[in-house]
């Protein structure tokens, strides 16, 4: 029943979910804290593994909820393979079949009005979902214990400062150029690996 479940909610959200990538993470959260499949703090560690590994990023984080999911049944690494091949498929299938409806289509409704007001219509909720999806990142890492559905007073006596001051460090450094080039994410990754390894793992720096 798991997989079922499994396929349907993906499959809906790669449907409706346009913008892919960031935009998907306020309906994956909304779903996996639905039918208890892992908790907030855990979906976002699996944000960094999607992240940090090649692929899409939307692809990777359902794949990944497939693997978690489908590991707690009786099927053990069966079933995580199994949800990986559900969770991917699913996500991945509608947009499959709309591109190729809109290949087919595309000379007939390119300059019409109305697909065009769709699209506009469409682009400042993906802007809004993306915009949601940082803010819950952002208070997830730096406000440890805020709950976003019931704020309280309590949410804001923990604040890591470690983290933020990361943030403060890797933003600029993602802008910057040297040599009219800006610094490759790849080695971006690397390095705030290395220092969440140094920080949070051999010192046990917790906030």
Avoid at 15 to 26: D, E, F, K, P, R
Avoid at 36 to 41: A, D, L, V
Avoid at 106 to 119: E, P, T
């Amino acid at each position: 029943m798991e997989f079922l479940y499994l396929f349907w909610e993906f499959f809906v959200i790669g449907l409706v979910t346009i913008g892919g990538g960031y935009a998907m993470l306020s309906p994956v959260t909304q779903v996996v804290e639905k039918y208890g499949w892992m908790t907030e703090n855990e979906l976002y560690n699996f944000v960094g593994i999607a992240e940090s590994t090649p692929g899409p990023f939307a692809i990777n984080l359902a794949t990944f909820v497939g693997v978690r999911v489908g590991g707690t049944t009786a099927l053990g690494v069966f079933g995580s393979i199994l949800g990986a091949l559900v969770t991917t498929i699913a996500v991945v299938l509608p947009s499959l079949v709309i591109i190729i409806v809109v290949t087919k289509l595309f000379d007939k409704f390119n300059n019409s009005k109305y697909v065009q007001g769709v699209l506009y219509g469409i682009r400042p909720v993906v802007v809004g979902l993306i915009l949601a999806s940082v803010i819950r990142i952002m208070c997830t890492v730096i406000l440890p214990n805020l709950n976003l559905k019931a704020i309280t007073g309590e949410g804001f006596k923990q604040f890591n400062w470690i983290s933020l001051i990361i943030v403060a460090v890797f933003f600029p450094l993602s802008r910057i150029k040297i040599k009219g080039k800006k610094i490759h994410p790849i080695l971006l990754i690397v390095l705030s690996a290395v220092v969440g390894v140094v920080l949070f793992g051999a010192i046990g720096v917790t906030q």
